[in-house]
């Protein structure tokens, strides 16, 4: 989003209603992005959440609310923030309702954002509230929504402080992530209009479109506290960004789909599959949501799995015995003493026989034991993915 990296953004001199504009090009963002940010149980998607289209009815929790009842209440709290004479808030509009699911808590929440001097104020409204209500059900709501508000008005210089402090440091979680990471949101967390007020203390919750195990973007975030705490998330994000950044280049630059270590590819050939077909399957499945690309069961009861690790398409066999993941065999006995001691050097399949080990032809690179088992280690080599013309992908076991 273009307030995140701009001078203006980190300096808080951005325009009156920004609250209506981040919305805006939040959910142009969101709509751009692959399905699966809206699944989990919690996620960085469902706490931005909808913005409400103005003619929709909304459902949250156990409240229903008609659209002609939403554009009510909208109208009378415009009303009241209107009389205050405030020159520093923004009026609310149909842009300032959302529809989100609060990261803590994971609770159906309509908020009503406004803003004030520049500051994002988002009051949250539970759905209980909505569930009986009486004939004074909007001035009822009002008042809480305008208890925040003063509070707001009276603290609005520690307000504007924090958050320039915020936004400056996460501009700078940016920067120092790199490798077209990009700023998604950031805003303080949902504030029921029933809470104690303490805008001090009330965290804010972030999230940055970053690549995924598959090189498509994804979105994350999480709620923080302050703006340490916010500057501090580079490290945990900068080494897979930059490793998985230069992998999509690499992909790119060469016109191919993706990578495929040897192993899984050499697992594919013997089950009759190419790994374009099986790539393109598995990055459908993903987008849609679901974690886990394809599982196959083979013969003797061996099961394969097929996923992305690291931009790379990955397999993982099971079988009677012990289990190989991403260039890592554990076997469920411990070697005797002879076999351990001559095993680093040696082709995996001596070991193990299977096709796509004996295909593969990888070495041990690496022995160790624990609690009884034994781990065969081997460097995990790569193959690009190049399109095939006309290539028909058909069901993994069909």
Known sequence: MRI??????????CSANIAVEENIEA???????????????????????????????????IARLKAGEMSALLCHLTEKLEALGDDGIALPTRN???????HVTNDELLIVDFTIDGVCIPIAFPDHLFHERGRDWKECLSVRYLEHVD???????????????????????VRNIGHDCRGAWLRMSPISCLSTIGFDRDPYDHALVIWDEKLDEKLEGYTVWNARELRSLAPIYRNDQRRLF???????????????????????QALGRQAEGVWAECVEKMRRGEEIGFSHLGRNGAEY???????????????NGGIYTAGRLQ????????????????????FVDHPAFRQSKVKISKVSRYQGATELHHQIRTKLIYPQVQSIARPIGG
């Open 331 to 350: 076997l469920n006995s411990e070697l005797n003493e002879t076999l351990y001691a001559s095993a680093k050097g040696r082709l995996l399949s001596d």
């Open 151 to 173: 509070a707001a008005r009276k603290h609005r210089k520690e307000l504007s402080k924090r958050d320039i402090a915020m936004r400056s440091s996460f501009a700078a979680l």
């Open 96 to 102: 300032s309702v959302r529809l989100v699911e609060a």
């Open 305 to 319: 799995l097929f996923e992305f690790r690291q931009g790379v398409l990955s397999c993982s066999i099971r079988f």
């Open 27 to 61: 959910m142009i963002l969101l709509d751009g992005l692959q399905p699966s940010i809206w699944c989990g149980y919690s996620n960085a998607a469902k706490a931005i959440g909808r913005v409400w289209n103005g003619a929709s009815s909304l459902s949250f929790g």
């Open 246 to 268: 230069k992998r999509r280049s690499k992909t790119r630059e060469a016109s191919a789909l993706g990578m495929v270590d040897t192993v899984t590819e050499a697992l594919l």
């Open 4 to 13: 995140y990296t701009s001078e203006a953004f980190e300096t808080n001199t």
